[in-house]
């Protein structure tokens, strides 16, 4: 069964139809997820948010050839989400004590590849653009679609950015 015909299926109720679209989406939705939050189980959370978000509202999908745009996008609100949430958590707190635990948990469960500290450097919008081309295989028009920018403002921003994390790696 192709992708269209099964998110058709999972938009009358085919649970079946539902996970295996899943299946086809659980790798890029986590390593998005991964590489914008930084912590697996974080990245674990997002993504099963974003599922049970696209489960329940997938009815509401208009166009079945929009579907990897539109789980991407409830993705992108579920890690914004997340992080929203961190920073009132940070603000909350004592901003010494939540840096040591982060350095500590950073420390004892995060093994920082070189593409996460490639990453790091660009700014959140910047790496967005190249996370959704390198992960999700996004176009530019997609991309613009998704930041509100124009197809040439996103090709712009993701040359730039690539140029970056090749400097930075050394390439």
Do not use: H
């Amino acid at each position: 069964m192709d992708e269209r015909q099964l998110v058709l299926n999972a938009k009358k109720g085919d649970s079946d139809a539902f996970c295996a679209l899943y299946s086809l989406y659980k790798d890029k939705l986590y390593r998005y997820a991964f590489y914008r939050l930084g912590v697996r189980e974080d990245a674990e959370d997002a993504v099963s948010d974003c599922v049970l978000s696209a489960f329940k509202q997938m009815n509401k999908l208009k166009k079945p050839e929009a579907f990897s745009s539109w789980l991407f996008t409830i993705l992108r609100f579920s890690c914004n989400t997340f992080i929203e949430s961190q920073k009132r958590t940070r603000e909350a707190s004592n901003i010494e004590d939540v840096a040591n635990t982060l350095s500590t948990d950073l420390s004892n469960t995060i093994e920082k590849t070189e593409l996460q500290q490639a990453l790091s450097i660009l700014k959140d919008d910047e790496k967005e653009i190249v996370l959704m081309s390198v992960v999700f295989g996004f176009n530019s028009k997609e991309i613009a679609k998704t930041v509100s920018l124009t197809s040439g403002a996103v090709r712009s921003k993701l040359s730039r950015s690539l140029t970056k994390m090749r400097e930075f790696l050394g390439e």
